[in-house]
């Protein structure tokens, strides 16, 4: 799956994303959609819309298990480089919540990240 193929997929869970992606730039890179799909996960964190925010991330997973070289390193640079900062004033349930329906994949890729910092 290449990040053309992940604006669908992204658009079928965030239809409101559909406005974001009319723009041609941000569907030119994977690292922009992907850029664009974090934005709409943070906002659902913020909002507390688990519902969706649950669907987001199971298909993150997808996309990163099914995804091309270049679609895997957005999400590993975009997304899992942000989510200590989106989930940082999360309730611990919260933040457990999310963590929990990530992939083992994307866990181990976080946890990476984390520990490399040397924090």
């Known amino acids: 799956m290449n990040h ?9 869970t965030i239809p409101e ?21 974090t934005r709409h996960i943070k906002k659902l964190i913020k909002e507390n819309d688990q519902q969706i925010l649950i ?8 996309l990163y298990s099914k995804g091309d070289a270049a679609l895997k390193n957005a999400i590993e640079n975009i997304f899992v480089y942000s989510l200590d ?20 994949s994307l866990q181990e890729n976080y946890f990476h990240q984390v520990y490399k910092s040397g924090i």
């Open 85 to 104: 900062s989106f989930t940082f004033c999360c309730e611990p349930t919260y933040k457990k919540m999310i963590f929990n329906k990530m992939s083992p």
């Open 55 to 62: 669907k987001s991330i199971l298909k993150m997973n997808k």
């Open 17 to 37: 994303t559909k406005e974001d992606f009319k723009e041609f730039y941000k569907t030119n890179s994977p690292f922009m959609v992907i850029n664009v799909f």
């Open 4 to 12: 053309t193929d992940a604006v669908a997929e992204i658009i079928q």
